[in-house]
């Protein structure tokens, strides 16, 4: 009897990890297959490295591509890690390439961390697929009264827990520094002068501590891309600092759990990191310094009775997250992914699965589906986009569509300017 096989389609390094822990986690035992998007961010081998999931095939691939792959449709269980459009894209695309199958995959998608904001933006991207996931009590809660109010199934929406929330319970040892890890964000803060001011910030930490060791975990090396783009990496901005860094501060890369193991105080903005930590028991400071505002995402924090500033561990401050906050952010929890291995194992026992049915369809949302589609290389039909001669896309339609969100004046401007090439490139007349 065949393997029973698990794909996992992910767009960025945090977006493999966060989908290939869910797969390891609803389905042990399954081969993963590990097909990555073409773009700007597509895991790179040391990226892939660290996070430490290996799949057993890996291949590239563009949303194009997937609609119709024979061995994606032969899977048992699809995760798309993606972000939400591309979600959209591909259950649409997913959906009717496997119209009127006997058999097709169970498909589960989810969030990669605690969703701080564009709840409903991202909710019902991901709507119409067989699973969607929810990392904590509280985001359950809000999912399915969302999917109510809008007429999709609530019962999709499963609870679990961020799949790598684990690691063994913290300890104190006497054996190695007291070590503080700052976990870096590609994009928190924003700006050259705030990453700098950030980064002399933890070097004046160090100074004040000769005793610790302060780490600076990062995320990427100069260049490589993460699911959020870091224009000011840490590593430039070394050679920036009024002083030389103390030798006390170190920027280390690595598996974050790996890292973790070593580390007796979490400080960040507001990375998942610290839902890591917090369920392994190790203090853990959301830095208050830059605000607390939605645009940092640590608002999300506010309740969790780790909020501190540089001044606070300069002082020795060392937060432990509230208990009761902890446990309905999924944090602690034993054993977090049973509901969804008994609702995958409840779908496949029921038959032929249903169609598809994203809650965005062209009769629903036309106008915001086709630019979510084209811009994934779908027509409206979900069906792969045509290419002209020349590589570009057709049909006519698209053409048009183009043209009139670029701000055409008149059709008969679009007649003349736009469409006239494009039937000459097609051999039309």
Known sequence: ???????????????????AGVARQIAPGHALDALFLRTPATPTERQLTEIGIVPDTRREATVAELVDDAELAAADLVVLATVGGTTLA???????????????????????????EKMIDGLLTRAGTDLVLANSAYDADRFRAAFASVGVDPDTVVECALPFLGGEPYAPSTERPFTLT????????KGREARLRLLERAAAHARRHPERLVLMKLRSLPGEHTTHAE???????????AEPAPAN????????????DRTDLLVTVSSTAALESMHRGIPTAILTDFGVREAHGNHYFVHS?????????????????????????????????????????????????????????????????????????????????????DGGTGPLRTVVRRAARSGAKS????????VAPALRRWGQN
């Open 249 to 260: 501060l170190r920027l280390v890369y690595g598996n974050m759990g790996e890292v973790l």
């Open 411 to 418: 059709l008969y401007r679009v007649g003349r300017e736009k």
């Open 90 to 116: 591909l259950t649409h695309g997913l959906g009717v390439a496997w119209e009127g199958r006997e058999r097709r995959p169970v498909t589960v998608t989810g969030y990669v961390g605690v969703v701080y």
């Open 231 to 241: 224009a000011d990496p840490y590593q430039l901005l070394v050679g920036r600092m």
């Open 182 to 189: 700052f976990a870096v964000q590609p994009s928190v803060p």
């Open 1 to 19: 009897m065949p393997s029973r096989r698990i794909a996992v389609i992910a767009d960025s390094d945090t977006r493999w990890k966060w989908g």
């Open 305 to 389: 009775g780790c909020l501190a500033s540089w001044d606070d561990l300069d002082a020795g401050a060392a937060p432990r997250v509230d208990p009761v906050w902890a446990e309905r952010q999924g944090v602690g929890r034993s054993d977090p992914y049973a509901a969804a291995r008994a609702r995958v194992a409840a779908l496949e026992a029921a038959g032929p699965l249903p169609s598809l049915r994203p809650y965005y369809s062209p009769q629903r949302a036309g106008a915001y589906l086709d630019g979510i589609l084209e811009r994934n290389g779908l027509d409206e039909k979900g069906r792969p986009l045509v290419l002209a001669p």
